[in-house]
């Protein structure tokens, strides 16, 4: 399967393939790297005007390889952002005895500069869609001796309820963002909306505060206040205080969330709310890479709980995670569990089942795209009907692997063939400059190759047989793919050295006399090489190290 390239691995020059060094090679190698293909590239080698040009081309090239890698300085920047770093402006104004970690503090902050000269163009939306689907029809049927015979036969799913709610936000300074939001809800035919305003300012590197304003027609006006503050390193504190006016009057009520690190994957919250709702919550969450674990007790007027849940992300498949909980409280008992998937690059896929007393069985389908959400609660029945439960298990399972192999698969890989293509038709300049280049560098190699044939076969030493570099297709059906495939057999032999050839881990493209011949497929190279009088062959991954003579690999040539 091709896989989309990123901006980088298009634009950035790898200056260590093209050395053939190692990412941790020291000075002494980069300079006899840089010197052998300095004595294969000089222009005054070649007389032919052509040729002399270019040389003087991959002459440049190679100088400016060296001329990064051999500068602490410049070094450290390409390692950590590639050749756009060392192409952006400010570099200038930089100590030159600065460490990797200083040189990553001052890139990041001369990135915030350019992203504070684009404020005015940014906004962040967010929105949910909650669609409430009352299908209790499906098992709370009446007994058929009951039935109304005239009725039609066809259970009823009915939609109860529905809530939707966006807001976005505008930055004004660096300092100041103002947040508009709205929403609108209705259930069984009554509802109502309302609207918000916030301003929120950054005062320090240790807080902010927000001022909030709002309006509805089922509630009145909203003024309230919003405050944050880093207490310690570890600890922070969170206060919201509101005043909401109505008919019977104003009611204030005042949030306050207390949190602490307990340690790098576990924080505590207390928090107090005193207003319609009074209530007292502690809890403790903590996340790790293969699992996020919640165990939280709660004690108001009118919900008192206590609730614990667990969520495993799956470390060889971070696409997937499932989660179970169990909450208990004067209201009674549920249990839900439930799965998410990443669908694509930026959707994510849920369902959980929720059971309960006296809650019933009910089936939540969540959909996250983006910084949208679409949210389905599907109400199956008042009752604790083992039918309602497997199915509400087993549907959704069925469901998604059909939708997934009949929908989403086809759409993901026709969706990154097209991005595929987009680069390739947008790189298709760079690629042929790149081919042009390994043609020249061949030509550049001949002479040099012809003499280092000679010295191997006089001693049987490292002879390169053929070697093919690209994307290599078994499938007789697929002929056409073969073209994928160029013949390296000139650029390898010039790199063999007393009968040994070593290529560093990273991709043979940079190599000299390399190119991609199939930009955003994997690829390999082959070797069929002798040595010793005695052939042998080895396939090597595209970012593998590679290192021959290796006898293992051996052909038998007889019959």
Not at 159 to 188: C, F, R, V, W
Not at 379 to 400: C, M, N
Request: proline share 4%; charged share 25%; with cysteine.
């Amino acid at each position: 399967m091709a896989t989309a390239l990123s901006e980088e691995e298009l634009d950035n020059e790898d200056y260590y393939s093209l050395l053939n060094v190692r990412r941790e090679a020291s000075s002494e190698e980069l300079k006899a790297a840089y010197r052998r293909l300095c004595m294969l590239y000089h222009p005054d080698k070649h007389r032919d005007p052509e040729l002399k040009s270019q040389a003087e081309r991959l002459f440049n090239l190679v100088h400016q390889a060296y001329e990064v890698l051999s500068d602490p300085q410049t070094r450290a920047i390409y390692d950590i952002y590639g050749k756009r770093g060392l192409e952006m402006e400010g570099w200038e104004v930089v100590e030159r005895r600065r460490t990797p970690a200083e040189i990553r503090e001052e890139f990041e902050r001369l990135q915030r500069e350019r992203e504070e000269r684009r404020l005015q163009q940014r906004t962040n939306p967010k929105g949910t869609i909650s669609v409430g689907i009352d299908a209790t029809d499906l098992f709370d049927r009446y007994e058929e001796e009951y039935e109304d015979v005239s009725g039609s036969g066809f259970p009823q799913i009915e939609i109860n309820k529905m809530h939707i709610s966006q807001s976005i936000e505008a930055p004004l300074t660096t300092t100041d963002t103002a947040i508009l939001s709205g929403s609108l809800s209705t259930q069984n035919g009554n509802g109502g909306g309302s609207i918000n305003f916030a301003l929120r300012r950054v005062t320090s590197a240790k807080g902010w505060g927000e001022l909030e304003f709002g309006a509805g027609d089922l509630q009145g006006p909203l003024f309230g206040l919003k405050l944050f503050r880093n207490l310690t390193p570890r600890c922070f504190v969170t206060t919201n205080c509101a005043l909401q006016f109505s008919s019977r009057g104003i009611r204030p009520g005042l949030t306050t969330v207390l949190a602490r690190n307990l340690d790098k994957n576990t924080v505590g919250y207390l928090q107090w709310r005193w207003g319609i709702q009074s209530a007292m919550n502690t809890s403790i969450v903590r996340d790790t890479k293969t699992s996020h674990f919640t165990v939280a007790l709660q004690l108001g007027i009118p919900h008192s709980f206590a609730l614990i849940s667990y969520q495993h992300k799956f470390q060889d498949d971070d696409q997937t995670r499932v989660k179970g909980s169990l909450k208990a409280g004067f209201f009674g008992t549920v249990v839900e569990y439930g799965a998410e998937r990443k669908i694509s690059r930026h959707s994510v896929l849920g369902a959980a089942v929720s059971v309960g007393v006296p809650q019933g069985v009910s089936l939540k389908v969540k959909l996250n795209r983006a910084s949208q959400t679409y949210f389905f609660p599907i109400h199956l029945t008042d009752q604790l009907l083992p039918s309602a439960v497997f199915y509400a298990t087993v549907g959704p399972l069925v469901a998604y692997f059909a939708l997934h192999r009949l929908a989403i698969k086809p759409y993901l890989r026709a969706q990154k063939e097209k991005e595929l293509e987009k680069q390739r038709e947008s790189t298709a300049t760079d690629i042929l400059q790149k081919k042009q280049e390994a043609e020249a560098a061949v030509r550049l190699m001949q002479e040099s190759v012809r003499r280092i044939i000679e010295a191997e076969e006089s001693r049987m030493g490292l002879i390169i047989v053929n070697a093919w570099y690209g994307k290599f297709v078994n499938d007789k059906s697929k002929k056409s793919e073969k073209v994928k495939v160029i013949d390296v057999t000139v650029p390898l032999q010039c790199l063999v050295k007393d009968s040994k050839l070593i290529l560093t881990e990273a991709s043979k493209a940079g190599l000299p006399g390399f190119y991609d011949p199939c930009v955003g497929e994997e690829k390999n190279l082959k070797v069929l090489y002798q040595f010793r009088g005695v052939l042998h062959q080895v396939m090597a991954l595209d970012n593998e190290t590679l290192r021959i003579p290796k006898q293992s690999h051996r052909i038998d040539t007889d019959g």
